[in-house]
C-alpha cells in the first residue's frame, strides 16, 4: 500500500486493523534494522498487508507482492510507473 504522508499510514493501518488484518508499516522513520525485518517477513508471506510512504517507490523487489494499493495521488507518469512496477 502506497501512503501520502506518515498521518496518512498511521490511519490505514489503524484501518486494516480494525478489520482484523494484520499489517507492517515501513516509513522514513522506521529504522534500517527494523525495515529489513519488516520486509523480510513480508517477503515469507507472514505480513499479509505492507504499508509505506515514499520508502519502496523504487529499488524494491518483492516477487511475493501480488496487489498494489495505491492510496497517494501523484500526477507523475515516472513515479506512478515506479509504484506500479513493485506489483509486476
Do not use: W
Amino acid at each position: 500500500v502506497f501512503a501520502l504522508n506518515l498521518s496518512h499510514v498511521r490511519n490505514l493501518q489503524k484501518s486494516f486493523l480494525e478489520f482484523g488484518i494484520k499489517t507492517e508499516v515501513v516509513t522514513s522513520e522506521t529504522p534500517l534494522t527494523i525495515r529489513k525485518d519488516i520486509l523480510d517477513r513480508f517477503s515469507k508471506g507472514l505480513i499479509p498487508v505492507l504499508l509505506n510512504c515514499s520508502v519502496l517507490t523504487e529499488g524494491t523487489d518483492l516477487p511475493i507482492t501480488d496487489c498494489i494499493l495505491m492510496t497517494r495521488p501523484t500526477c507523475n507518469e515516472n513515479l506512478y510507473s515506479q509504484m506500479i512496477g513493485r506489483g509486476l
